[in-house]
């Protein structure tokens, strides 16, 4: 198994750090705020819980908090601004989602943020900008969890984990329980348990950035409307 040593022990480092914000004193813990996510767009009828509660159908600028789950059913997607917390999601069709955690702390220089994402169904498609050092962003799937820095990835709950743009993201599976050795996937690459990283096809990699940009567009308009007043007047963007 061929790693890159220097991103992979720079990603337990930081990994080390953001546990240390678990003992955070009084004053820092005050500073900790919690995150959201943000529906922009959907497509069909997708359903949300809110903390456990029964599914409810999911709207335009629904926010959702740490606890919550989006579901989505066959034709089905849904497109998710993170604000503080980093960059975009699409929810592919027949998935479930469920927000582990979403957290910021906005220090004026720059915002650490503590993104965790429990895909439990299906796939997702992201988008994650550059965060600062002591930020993670992580995606636990039935087999592992992927830590990402900035990149555009697809990750699926059979844990298939592929970069389509971007810095190498790190993969950890677990095997019987226990966790296997990271695995670095470059851009342009795929891989899935059992496997090694190898070059993703074209047509995986186009699906993915399509998509991130059918969402990116999506968000844009929304905000667009926001801004200028629009949503006051129209209807909120369905995807059509």
Do not use: C, W
């Not at 796939?123 to 050092?133: R, S, Y």
């Not at 697809?154 to 298939?160: E, F, L």
């Not at 790190?170 to 095997?175: A, M, Q």
């Amino acid at each position: 198994m061929k790693l890159n040593k220097n991103f992979t022990s720079r990603f337990l480092v930081l990994f080390a750090a953001a546990v240390a914000l678990t003992f955070l004193s009084p004053a820092e813990a005050q500073n900790v705020q919690e995150g959201k996510a943000v529906v922009r767009a959907l497509l069909g009828a997708p359903e949300y819980s809110k903390g456990g509660a029964t599914f409810i159908p999911l709207k335009v600028n629904t926010v959702l908090h740490s606890g919550d789950v989006v579901k989505t059913k066959k034709g089905d997607h849904v497109d998710l601004f993170f604000g503080k917390n980093n960059g975009v999601v699409q929810v592919a069709e027949n998935s479930t989602l469920l927000f582990d955690k979403l957290s910021f702390q906005d220090g004026g220089a720059e915002i650490v943020s503590d993104t965790q994402l429990d895909l439990r169904a299906g796939a997702i498609h992201g988008k994650v900008n550059k965060m600062a050092k002591a930020s993670k962003y992580e995606i636990k799937t039935p087999h592992g969890v992927t830590g990402i820095r900035a990149a555009k990835y697809s990750v699926s709950a059979d844990s298939t984990v592929t970069v389509a743009e971007g810095a190498a993201i790190v993969v950890v599976y677990v095997t019987g329980g226990v966790a296997q050795s990271p695995i670095t996937v470059n851009a342009g690459e795929t891989v899935s348990p059992g496997g090694t990283p190898k070059p993703a096809s074209k047509e995986l990699i186009n699906d993915i950035l399509n998509g991130l940009h059918d969402g990116e567009n999506h968000i844009g308009n929304q905000l667009f409307m926001e801004v200028f007043g629009a949503s006051i007047v129209g209807e909120p963007f369905i995807s059509p």
